[in-house]
C-alpha cells in the first residue's frame, strides 16, 4: 500500500545560513564594600554610615576607568539613613534638653513661688489661775431654749447655789467600764449644779458618747446628747464659767488657745452661755480657746477607759466623728 504524499506543496528546503556572532558577556562588576558597610553602619551608628558611604562614593568614582566598582546606589541610601537619624538623634537632644530646661525652670518658679516652712506653734499657755468672782453661784440663770429637750428633764434651780463642798465625786458607768468624775464645785458651782441635776433625773442614763476626736491638737471624748447627733441638750442653756470668768468680755485671750491637760472634764457649747447637757472628757492635752467651762477631773482609772475607747480609733478611720465601737453611758451617779 502506497502512502499519499502529504497534501499541499511540498515543504521548501532553506539553504542553512549561519547566525551572526554573538558577543561574549561581560564580567559582573565587584560591590564595592565600603557601600555594604555604609548601609549597615548607617543603622547601627548613623555616623560611622556618614563616614563609610563618602569613602565609598570616592573609591567608586576613582576605580570607574580601571576596576568598575557596584554598590553606588548602597552607599547613597547609607549616607540618607546616616543623616537621616543624625538630624533625628540632634532634635531629640535638642528637644530633651528643652525640656528638662524648662522642668527646672518651673520648679525653681514654684520654689520661689511656693510658702516659707511653717515654724512650729509655741506651746499654749496653761489654764489661768482661779480667781473666785465677786457673785460666784450668786446668781445661777437655767433659761429656756428655742429647742425642746432631746430628753424630758427639768432644769436646776435657780439664783444662788453653794460652793461647798469644793468638790463632789460622781462614777460615771459606761459600756466600757467606769469612769471616775471629781466636780468642781468651787469653781464652777452653777455647771456642777446643772451636771448633777440632770445625773439625779436620770438624763444621762442609756445616752451615747456621740463623739470622738483625736488629732494633734484636740483628742476629746464627748457625751452628754441623748439624740447622739451632737446638737441636743436639755432643753436650757446657762453661762460660761471657769476659766472664761477670768477673762474681761472683750479680752482679746478668748480666741487664744490655752492647753487643756488630760483628764480635763469640760462642757461643750454652741457659742458663748450656751452649756446645756453635752460635756468631753479630755484624754490628751489639748489646745482649745477658754471659752469651755472647765468642772472637774477625771481618775486615772477612768482615763484608762477612755484611752481604750480612743484607741479604737474613729468610725471610718477619721480623725473625728462616732467612736468606732458604740459607746454608751448607762449611768452618771453621785458616790
Not at 552607599?75 to 543624625?86: D, F, N, P, V
Request: aromatic share 8%; charged share 15%; proline share 14%.
Amino acid at each position: 500500500m502506497t502512502v499519499p504524499p502529504p497534501y499541499g506543496p511540498p515543504t521548501p528546503q532553506w539553504p542553512a545560513q549561519p547566525w551572526p556572532p554573538q558577543p561574549a558577556p561581560e564580567p559582573a562588576r565587584p560591590t564595592n564594600g565600603l557601600a555594604v558597610a555604609s548601609i549597615i553602619s548607617a543603622v547601627l551608628f548613623a555616623p560611622l554610615g556618614v563616614v563609610f558611604g563618602h569613602l565609598s562614593l570616592w573609591q567608586i568614582k576613582r576605580s570607574a576607568a580601571t576596576n568598575p566598582q557596584e554598590g553606588r546606589n548602597l552607599a547613597i541610601a547609607g549616607l540618607i539613613i546616616g543623616y537621616s537619624l543624625i538630624v533625628t538623634m540632634v532634635v531629640a537632644v535638642v528637644a530633651v534638653s528643652s525640656f528638662f530646661t524648662w522642668v527646672n525652670s518651673e520648679l525653681d518658679r514654684y520654689d520661689r513661688a511656693a510658702p516659707p516652712p511653717l515654724t512650729p506653734l509655741p506651746p499654749p499657755a496653761a489654764l489661768p489661775a482661779f480667781d473666785p468672782p465677786a457673785d460666784l453661784g450668786n446668781a445661777c440663770s437655767y433659761p429656756a431654749t428655742a429647742a425642746p429637750a432631746a430628753k424630758p428633764a427639768e432644769p436646776p434651780r435657780s439664783g444662788a447655789v453653794p460652793t461647798a463642798p469644793a468638790t463632789v465625786t460622781a462614777t460615771m458607768t459606761t459600756s466600757d467600764g467606769a469612769v471616775g468624775l471629781e466636780l468642781d464645785n468651787g469653781r464652777a458651782p452653777c455647771t456642777v449644779n446643772s451636771f448633777v441635776s440632770l445625773a439625779q433625773q436620770g438624763y444621762f442614763d442609756d445616752t451615747p458618747c456621740h463623739r470622738l476626736t483625736a488629732n494633734n491638737s484636740l483628742s476629746v471624748l464627748q457625751c452628754g446628747d441623748p439624740s447622739g447627733t451632737g446638737t441636743g441638750g436639755p432643753g436650757y442653756e446657762f453661762a460660761n464659767e471657769y476659766p472664761t470668768s477670768q477673762y474681761p468680755p472683750d479680752d482679746p485671750d478668748l480666741s487664744r488657745a490655752v492647753l487643756y491637760p488630760r483628764g480635763t472634764l469640760a462642757m461643750a457649747n454652741a457659742g458663748p452661755d450656751t452649756n446645756g447637757s453635752q460635756f468631753f472628757i479630755v484624754y490628751q492635752d489639748s489646745r482649745l480657746p477658754p471659752s469651755y467651762t472647765v468642772f472637774g477631773s477625771v481618775d486615772e482609772t477612768g482615763l484608762a477607759t477612755v484611752d481604750e475607747i480612743a484607741e479604737r480609733g474613729v468610725a471610718g478611720g477619721n480623725l473625728d466623728g462616732r467612736p468606732a465601737r458604740p459607746v454608751t453611758v448607762e449611768s452618771i451617779r453621785l458616790d
